[in-house]
């Protein structure tokens, strides 16, 4: 006989799962996620950062393709296998776009590539310096998502680009639930004037503008990527503060918590074995809309100057360095990285929405 669970952990991801959207808005998550942790293994630039400039093909639709010569690189590195996964190349192959070439004797005599009906610049190189057979070294690349304004590969930049998102949301959550929890924890269960005084610098944190706290924090700390990590992270902890406050003053009351106190239990086992898990299901949902909105401050910081600096590739950076191609008849070079950041952010709600209606004991 088959025995079916009826826990609430059980019920609730049975709701969950019968939610369209949020588990589509999962598995993009999931998707996305293992992109991003791959991303120098899938991005046709494996360069770090994906920043090989080639700017005669700059600004290139999407689909360009064009002939290049690739030439391996002098410097001798000692860079292992993981770490070019995970990393990049730290000394990547030279790429030269051109347009046409002719071998003579020992010469690679070629034309490199210029835009607009411009023939460019006939040069000689040594076949010395490429590896045998050359066939390997010269090749037509596809550009799958065009080119930025610097000649980078556009897909690449949007891959490596969503390290940043993810990273951020994930750093940000973390600190906002050390210092969110534990906070809300103390001043739910103690009351009194311990209460009043977190109370007291939630208010104070809840009154300045998210952003402006961001830019302030940022500029305390130095511009840079770990810096936006843990400047996002400490304006982040006031909501889910306030929310285990309030979960907390409401089960301190409850007889499971006077019999932990009957049986002579401390208040750090009373808070964390026995409060903590019972109301934790409105902290999730939070914590979901949260990895949301720091993906956001992220870009918004990225795209004023004082988030992630280049050549990092940031989907806000991306924003910010081709906004004014919109009306210069390219706008996909900032369409691309706004759909991106639109998508991850309406699938973190979507997710945040369905994990709300699976933990409603009511419904």
């Not at 979901?288 to 004023?304: D, P, Q």
């Not at 004082?306 to 910010?320: C, D, F, Y």
Request: glycine residues 8%.
């Amino acid at each position: 006989m088959s025995h079916k669970s009826t826990s609430l952990s059980a019920i609730a991801l049975q709701k969950f799962k019968r939610n369209f959207w949020g588990v589509f808005s999962f598995v993009f998550v999931v998707f996305i996620g293992f992109c991003a942790l791959f991303a120098y293994v899938l991005a046709p630039d494996n360069s770090q950062n994906a920043n090989q400039i080639q700017l005669a093909i700059h600004s290139k639709s999407p689909g360009f393709k064009v002939k290049v010569i690739e030439v391996p690189s002098k410097e001798k590195t000692s860079q292992t296998f993981v770490s070019r996964w995970f990393l990049g190349e730290e000394n990547p192959n030279t790429i030269i776009p051109i347009s046409d070439y002719r071998i003579q004797d020992d010469t690679l005599i070629y034309t490199e590539y210029a835009a607009d009906g411009l023939i460019g610049q006939e040069k000689t190189m040594s076949l010395s310096v490429l590896p045998k057979p050359i066939s390997k070294n010269i090749y037509t690349k596809n550009f799958y998502l065009g080119t930025d304004k610097y000649g980078r590969d556009l897909l690449s930049r949007v891959l490596i680009g969503s390290r940043i998102s993810f990273s951020i949301g994930f750093i940000a959550v973390l600190i906002s639930l050390l210092i969110g929890v534990t906070l809300g924890s103390i001043a739910g269960f103690y009351g009194g004037k311990i209460d009043a005084f977190i109370m007291w610098i939630i208010n104070i944190t809840w009154s300045i503008p998210t952003l402006l706290l961001v830019i302030a924090i940022t500029l305390a700390l130095g511009k840079g990527f770990w810096q936006v990590f843990i400047a996002v992270g400490l304006t982040m902890w006031v909501e889910v503060a306030r929310v285990v406050r309030g979960q907390i003053i409401g089960a301190k009351e409850l007889q499971y918590v006077t019999a932990a106190k009957a049986l002579g239990f401390n208040n750090y086992r009373i808070i964390t074995k026995h409060i903590l898990p019972n109301i934790m299901a409105p902290v999730i949902v939070i914590c979901a809309a949260n990895f949301a909105a720091a993906i956001l401050i992220e870009s918004g910081l990225s795209f004023l100057g004082i988030g992630a600096q280049p050549p990092m590739a940031s989907w806000g950076a991306m924003i910010k360095d081709h906004y004014n191609y919109i009306i210069l008849g390219k706008p996909y070079l900032a369409l691309v990285p706004g759909l991106c950041i639109m998508f991850l952010v309406m699938a973190f709600m979507l997710i945040g929405n369905a994990l709300r209606d699976a933990l409603d004991v009511k419904s």
